[in-house]
């Protein structure tokens, strides 16, 4: 696709259960972001890769939260045994590895845990 | 924790006024960028600035960045209601990571 692509848009999900959030980064692009955004906040910062490997992972906020990325192309964003405070939503962004191009976001993951 | 922190919070305007938003960062950075984000989805990609840059233009919008200061404004001129949003600044280490701040809701009134 021309754009980059988060699956799926909304998820509600009953806190304790696990979920998996996706990313289909822009053909090319070798870094890709994960943020995370609270209703009317910033973007907190989650994890960065480049390539397939992640050289910075200290914005994840507990063992509970993973993240991979295969192929140097899709990401998933897994997070065990959901919380309440788990509810944000998921942004995800890649651009090619000289960011002095900018970053292009998807439209975002919705998750709410009730 | 944030790198840029986006000043004001909030901002109210008449259409056709003049709007500045101003950042701050706390580290060396390689390029400072400003987004924009509309109903709290997916963030666009305004302007770009280098470190070894002191302005920018970009049709109505102008970015200056003042390394010694570690501050950047974003003006933008003449503004219309379409331009009611939250801008956020990121900064670019040398890491190639993007860091945001905690962005400013620009309310344009008609």
């Known amino acids: 696709g021309a754009g980059v692509s988060q699956s799926p848009s909304n998820k509600v999900t009953e806190k304790g259960k696990d979920v998996e959030l996706r990313c289909d980064p822009i053909?090319?692009?070798?870094?890709l972001y994960w943020y995370r955004q609270s209703l009317g906040q910033g973007l907190e910062f989650l994890i960065y890769?480049?390539?397939?490997?992640?050289?910075?992972k200290s914005g994840l906020p507990s063992d509970r939260f993973s993240a991979e990325r295969t192929g140097g192309s899709v990401s998933t964003l897994t997070i065990q045994r959901t919380q309440q405070e788990d509810s944000a939503v998921y942004l995800c962004?890649?651009?090619?590895?000289?960011?002095?191009?900018?970053?292009?976001f998807g439209q975002g993951t919705r998750l709410t845990v009730v | 924790s944030q790198q840029g922190e986006e000043d004001p919070q909030a901002l109210s305007i008449q259409e056709g006024e003049n709007a500045t938003m101003n950042c701050s960062y706390k580290?060396?950075?390689?390029?400072l960028q400003w987004y924009r984000q509309n109903s709290g989805r997916g963030l666009v990609h305004l302007i770009l600035?280098?470190?070894?840059?002191r302005e920018k233009h970009s049709g109505r919008l102008r970015v200056t960045l003042d390394t010694s200061k570690k501050s950047s404004s974003l003006l933008i001129t003449a503004s219309r209601a379409a331009d009611t949003a939250s801008y956020f600044c990121a900064t670019d280490d040398a890491g190639n990571m993007l860091t945001f701040g905690g962005g400013t809701r620009l309310m344009v009134k008609p």
């Open positions: 053909s090319g692009h070798t870094a």
């Open positions: 600035i280098r470190s070894n840059e």
């Open positions: 962004a890649s651009s090619f590895w000289d960011t002095n191009v900018g970053a292009f």
């Open positions: 890769f480049q390539g397939n490997s992640a050289p910075d």
């Open positions: 580290t060396s950075i390689n390029n």
